[in-house]
């Protein structure tokens, strides 16, 4: 399993890989970037999303088309100040929500092994994550379903500014 993080591009360090092995975790980090990810933890587990106080707000995308998954980690990490993290299925997303909580949820509804809908349910099952607001994109999406979730729908292909006005709503 590989989560990709990507760090806005004010920091010193642009991407780093966290690498899963038997529940073992390989971090590849620049030192300053080691110490900013620490602090966002620690600021992380002493607020609850939806806080005013100032942290760097995470974005947990899950994309299994690798390019597209890449591409728009790369416009958040560029044109925003938020932290994106870059999930290949739901089984990735449920590992990395074990140890952080995300502000937001950018889910691709046809997901391998369990759709975006399923992996919505399973993920505001999860008390801590219960009210993290949730944008839901795919070329076909199951409006009624999302309806009924109060989830944001966003049809691919996505346009660039839509996408980031949609996520600044959310965590602004």
């Not at 690498?19 to 030192?31: G, K």
């Not at 080691?34 to 602090?39: A, H, P, R």
């Not at 974005?59 to 932290?83: F, M, R, W």
Request: proline share 5%.
């Amino acid at each position: 399993m590989h989560l990709h993080l990507y760090l806005p591009a004010q920091m010193w360090y642009s991407q780093c890989t966290i690498s899963f092995y038997n529940e073992i975790a390989e971090v590849r980090l620049n030192p300053v970037v080691l110490e900013l990810t620490d602090q966002h933890m620690a600021q992380q587990q002493e607020q609850k999303p939806g806080d005013n106080a100032y942290h760097l707000k995470t974005i947990l995308l899950v994309e299994d088309d690798t390019n597209i998954g890449e591409v728009l980690v790369q416009a958040i990490s560029q044109e925003t100040s938020y932290l994106a993290v870059l999930a290949a299925d739901g089984f990735e997303a449920l590992k990395f929500v074990e140890n952080l909580t995300p502000n937001l949820f950018i889910l691709d509804y046809q997901l391998p092994r369990m759709n975006g809908i399923e992996l919505y349910d399973k993920l505001h099952a999860i008390e801590k994550l219960a009210d993290i607001p949730t944008i839901m994109m795919s070329a076909r999406l199951p409006q009624q379903e999302l309806a009924n979730r109060n989830i944001t729908a966003m049809n691919k292909p996505i346009d660039l500014d839509d996408f980031l006005q949609t996520i600044d709503q959310f965590l602004t």
